[in-house]
């Protein structure tokens, strides 16, 4: 008897929670897709940018995990021939066709604006949050990162040069 209350208070609390617009978080855990695989292929396709571009990359991180209404993927990668500076990317995939785009980005370079860099960092942790993903679920460095930051006036010449701006949280 006890057990049927329980269950009836839970459905009761669920149906409640539903019916106010709230949604149960459920924690994600971020997978790393293999090498050769249709998924890793399209995330690192959208980093290189142009389709006829076959620059070959080491891959040192790479991490996906749906949200609420995308699929986000963080990589950290550097051109195997050091064509190109690398860097960190988060990239975002809407849809049945999973089409993945760069919303944020860190390359080479380096920024001397402390605040702009750190007000970046924080504007992708914003978008992502309301999007049901906790910026450090994808990127377990990137606290560490704003944190960095945000301590000292050393300037931030370890931070490369800012990506593209985000998308409105409605895009």
Not at 62 to 74: M, N, P, R
Not at 118 to 127: D, I, K, L
Not at 144 to 162: M, R
């Amino acid at each position: 008897m006890l057990f049927r209350t329980r269950s009836y208070v839970l459905l009761a609390a669920a149906l409640i929670a539903s019916a106010l617009g709230a949604t149960v978080a459920i924690a994600q855990k971020p997978h790393t897709p293999r090498p050769g695989t249709a998924e890793r292929t399209r995330i690192l396709d959208a980093i290189r940018g142009n389709p006829r571009n076959s620059v070959r990359f080491i891959v040192h991180d790479l991490f996906v995990i749906k949200g609420k209404d995308a699929t986000f993927a963080y990589a950290v990668v550097e051109p195997s021939k050091q064509e190109y500076d690398g860097g960190q990317y988060i990239l975002e995939a809407r849809g049945s066709g999973q089409d993945w785009r760069v919303i944020w980005s860190v390359r080479g370079g380096g920024s001397s604006d402390c605040d702009a860099a750190a007000e970046y960092y924080r504007s992708v942790a914003r978008y992502l949050k309301v999007r049901g993903v906790r910026v450090g679920d994808l990127n377990p460095t990137h606290e560490e990162e704003l944190q960095n930051l945000t301590a000292g006036e050393d300037g931030c010449w370890t931070i490369g040069d800012l990506g593209p701006e985000l998308p409105e949280a409605g895009d």
